[in-house]
């Protein structure tokens, strides 16, 4: 049977939604393929920047071990040194002691004591000596000392500032680690978003091919035939109502404090409210804690409602198409006008902002 005009011209337009929306998805496909293609180059650099930044560290590490080696050995030998000197320190004091009393009589003492004055040149020479070797023994041990607080010191120095750097190596590594993470978990978000895309896109293209199948069967249709499905048109539905976001997902109504699983729009009384998609009306009436409510059926669990209407201009079981009036903004339960409006997809509310049009 050949189908009347105006459900020619019902299939057509939807046939061209169809294919103006599958030109949207092929172009948001393209645009996810080149962000892709940049993320990866990004990452590619990042995991380069990684690798540099885990060599760095992997020096730090080894320079921070060869300064502790040795500071150990100056600290080793510091305190093989400190023992030495406490063997000898008493007999160092006592000599020191002496040499302080006697000062340099008791080495004129020791040449006088001499009774055979044929070795009195040896004996002067031999004092000299002596009195040479507590110099020398003293300032050796000083300088020594000295010297091996300095290279402590310095050794100290050294490793206070390689700790430094591993600590910055590490940190750098780290934080190249994270850019890295979170660009791989962005390829993998729109790798997610592609498949996403690929999936609406064959729903879309399904349908599509029914809708020209109708058309070319002297346009006869069905219901299934005409109904285009809500999920390829997530961030391309038209909103119900112009108006502002009173309310959004998630809020606590004003009246019972229980969260909203849907938003208020404000609205002059009285102001058309219009499908956002294609449908059959699932229910038209009074619900309560809803008002006067429209609920549109958009198959696969998929649902708009439509609540706090002034009136309700469809019926039960009615197709509705694309921004046709459903009722018009009413009273609402927090106060001025608006409407209230609920999105479901598989059965579960979900954000409309997300659905609806950017503006």
């Known amino acids: 049977m050949v189908c009347a005009q105006p459900d020619r011209a019902r299939t057509e337009g939807l046939a061209r939604r169809a294919g103006d929306r599958l030109v949207a998805l092929q172009r948001e496909a393209d645009r996810l393929a080149s962000d892709e293609r940049s993320v990866l180059n ?8 990684r690798q540099i930044k885990a060599e760095q560290l992997k020096q730090a590490d080894a320079q921070v071990a060869a300064v502790d080696r040795d500071l150990g050995a100056a600290t080793a030998k510091m305190n093989a040194l400190e023992a030495t000197e406490a063997a000898e320190r008493p007999e160092l004091r006592a000599r020191l002691t002496e040499m302080y009393k006697l000062g340099r009589a008791r080495y004129a003492r020791l040449l006088l ?13 031999t004092v000299a000596a002596l009195a040479k070797m507590d110099r020398d023994r003293i300032a050796e041990h000083q300088k020594t000392l000295d010297d091996l607080k300095a290279t402590r010191a310095t050794l100290e120095t050294r490793r206070r500032e390689a700790a430094s750097l591993r600590d910055a190596a590490q940190k750098a590594q780290a934080a190249a680690a994270r850019a890295a993470q979170a660009q791989s978990e962005l390829v993998r978000d729109i790798d997610r978003r592609r498949d996403l895309n690929a999936q609406l896109a064959g729903e879309l293209q399904a349908v599509q091919r029914k809708l020209q199948a109708a058309l070319r069967d002297s346009g006869s249709t069905t219901e299934t035939a005409l109904a285009l499905p809500i999920k390829p048109f997530r961030g391309d539905l038209g909103w ?4 502002e976001v009173r309310r959004a997902l998630g809020r606590a109504t004003s009246t019972s404090g229980i969260l909203s699983n849907g938003i208020e729009l404000t609205a002059p009384d009285g102001a058309p409210i219009d499908a956002v998609h294609d449908g059959v009306v699932a229910f038209a009436g009074t619900f309560a804690g809803f008002g006067n409510l429209v609920i549109l059926d958009h198959g696969s669990q998929s649902f708009s409602l439509y609540g706090d209407l002034l009136d309700v201009a469809v019926t039960k079981g009615a197709h509705v198409d694309r921004g046709q009036p459903v009722g018009s903004a009413g009273p609402l339960p927090s106060g001025g006008t608006g409407l209230y409006f609920e999105l479901r997809v598989d059965g579960r509310p979900v954000d409309p902002l997300q659905w609806l049009r950017k503006r």
């Open 240 to 243: 119900p109502v112009r108006g």
């Open 113 to 125: 004591s001499t009774p055979d004055l044929r070795r009195v040149g040896q004996v002067s020479r």
């Open 42 to 49: 990004d990452l590619r650099k990042l995991e380069v920047e």
